[in-house]
């Protein structure tokens, strides 16, 4: 009598993935790429807000040693003051400006604008901006050339899903000489893709706690 669980290894070709419908894969594009990107993003966060506060510590802690392995050669690093459970990376941003280097955090300046990024030191007093998003209350605006900015979602090509403003990829679009772009997360924030759009601009690289998700090929 044959079981019909049993394994039957030559009934079909070694890999078939070819053949899964693309919606089963998580992969087919959205007839409505906005609204599907407003609940991904509603999602994503909810699940972010879900892990315990310490367990999000410990993950930051994680992202921040491997991310500071990856600080060479910058002179100024936008951070970023964490919110909505984002990794917290204020401990590396004090480190990091008492080695030497210059810190500055974004700022909006209004929506559908680039943000600016002003000069941040520990101790520099905050102000509230626009969403009550910490802020730097004074300081000279600056250019850094690498830019820290935290993820909602990533995909494996680095494509970057934030809060809805496109404020990074305006703000890349128009800055006058491309900073290196390091999107951080937690691991679980990865999505087989977020549907990049023409105005997408990918990470040159993502760290999670589990380390260096990907690194742009030398010379884009
Ligand atoms: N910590 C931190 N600071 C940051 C950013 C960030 O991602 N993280 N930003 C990175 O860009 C900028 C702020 N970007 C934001 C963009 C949208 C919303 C927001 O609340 N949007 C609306 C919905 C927008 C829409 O879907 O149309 C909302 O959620 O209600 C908040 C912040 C600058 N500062
Ligand atoms: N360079 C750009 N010029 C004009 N509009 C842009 C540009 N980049 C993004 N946008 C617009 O901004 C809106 C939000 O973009 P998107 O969904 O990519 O935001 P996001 O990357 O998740 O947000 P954020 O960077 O604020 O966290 C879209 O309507 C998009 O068309």
Redesign the pocket.
Known sequence: MQDSDAPRPFASPACSMHEIDPAYAGTAKPADIAAW??AE?ARLIEARMAIPADERERLGTRIAEHLRLQIVDSTIVSG????RG?PDLRPLMKALGSAGLRIA????IAKGQP?VFREWRAGTPLAR???N?PIPAEGAEVMPDMVI??V?GFDPPGYRL????G??DRTLAAMPRHPRVVGVGYRSAAIPTIHPQAHDIPMDLIVTEQGVELAASAGD
């Open positions: 990107r407003k993003r970023y003051w964490p919110f984002e955090l974004p700022v909006v943000l901006g626009v969403w998003i900015a935290p909602v934030g809060y809805g403003g404020f990074f």
